[in-house]
Nanobody, 121 residues
């Protein structure tokens, strides 16, 4: 089994910062892409940012310049530094990882349980 455990969410005022962390644990041979998605009430889940094992990143246009994704491959952990937060960033944030559990298996998608981020104006 593979578990993704998120931490670091909470409530902040507009303009504030939060740092999300997501640690993958369990039966892990390798991880390719790790990322963060979010889902606001009444909206579809959307990709916020993702990062490959080699450090290549891509982000949602609306968070460029404000959010930074990074990862520690040795710790199987991905981070999302969120600065200059806006009320429209309010959502449940989900960690995602493509994990290969053994050399002989393909990569499968795993998800964290989600963590709430609330930005008040």
């Amino acid at each position: 089994q593979v578990q993704l455990v998120e931490s670091g969410g909470g409530s902040v005022q507009a303009g504030g910062s939060l740092r999300l962390s997501c640690a993958a644990s369990g039966s892990i041979f390798s991880i390719n892409v790790m990322g963060w998605y979010r889902q606001a009430p009444g909206k579809q889940r959307e990709l916020v940012a993702r990062i490959t094992s080699g450090g290549r990143t891509n982000q949602l246009d609306s968070v460029k310049g404000r959010f930074t994704i990074s990862r520690d491959n040795a710790k199987n952990t991905v981070y999302l530094q969120m600065n200059s937060l806006k009320p429209e960033d309010t959502a449940v944030y989900y960690c995602n990882a493509g994990v290969r559990r053994t050399f002989w298996e393909n990569f499968d998608d795993y998800w964290g349980q989600g963590i709430q981020v609330t930005v008040s104006s």
